[in-house]
Structure formats: C-alpha cells, structure tokens
Nanobody
Framework: QVQLVESGGGSVQAGGSLRLSCAAS??????MGWFRQAPGKEREGVAA???????SYADSVKGRFTISKEYAKNSLYLQMNNLKAEDTAMYYC???????????????????WGQGTQVTVSS
C-alpha cells in the first residue's frame, strides 16, 4: 500500500509563508490533493493536481496557495503564501494512485491519506 508522509507544518504569523511536502512511498499515476481540517470543522479540499498537471483550488486559497508535484521524487508540495488565521488546521495529503478523479477536491475520491501536519497561523 502507498504510504504518504507530510512535513513542513509549523507556526507562522499572518502574512507569512509555509511550504508543505508530502512524500509518497510509490509512484502516483493518478490524482493527489491537499485537504485540511480545523478544530470543530469538517475536512475540506484545499488543492489538487492531476497526472496531466492540471490543478484545482478552493476559492478560499486561490491566488495564495500553489500545488505542485515532483514526479522524480514522488513528492507533492503546497506553497502557502499570505497565510491567514483561518488557514489554521491540520493539513493532509491524499492520493488516488491509479485513477484521475472527477471531483479533485472531494474527500471521497481519495483512498490513501497521510497522518497530517499542523499549520498554525497567528494574527
């Protein structure tokens, strides 16, 4: 089974930046995404990338977050700029190894999940 390991979370002041990384134990041929879950809230899709490089973003992060994938390293990244207090959450990496999903920001589309990395933004 594919293992996903996130890193790069931390604490930052509002307006700052963080870069999250997700290392996959095997090559992902399908879709990958970043999701987040704040305390007391449901998990939500943040950004996703398909095998052809096409990307999707939640409206709340458009223009501030950038998702990218480094195929040679089986790694997924999320560059987060101009962070806001409302971005505070546990961030999860997700993958569908052999399939390009039709709704890339929907939780049910993904089978493999990482353990998460905490992002805390102070205002």
């Amino acid at each position: 089974q594919v293992q996903l390991v996130e890193s790069g979370g931390g604490s930052v002041q509002a307006g700052g930046s963080l870069r999250l990384s997700c290392a996959a134990s095997e090559y992902i041929y399908g879709s990958m995404g970043w999701f987040r879950q704040a305390p007391g809230k449901e998990r939500e899709g943040v950004a996703a990338i398909d095998s052809d490089g096409s990307t999707s973003y939640a409206d709340s992060v458009k223009g501030r977050f950038t998702i990218s994938k480094e195929y040679a390293k089986n790694s997924l990244y999320l560059q987060m700029n101009n962070l806001k207090a409302e971005d505070t959450a546990m961030y999860y990496c997700a993958a569908r190894r052999f399939r390009r999903v039709s709704r890339p920001l929907e939780i049910y589309e993904y089978i493999r999940w990482g353990q998460g990395t905490q992002v805390t933004v102070s205002s």
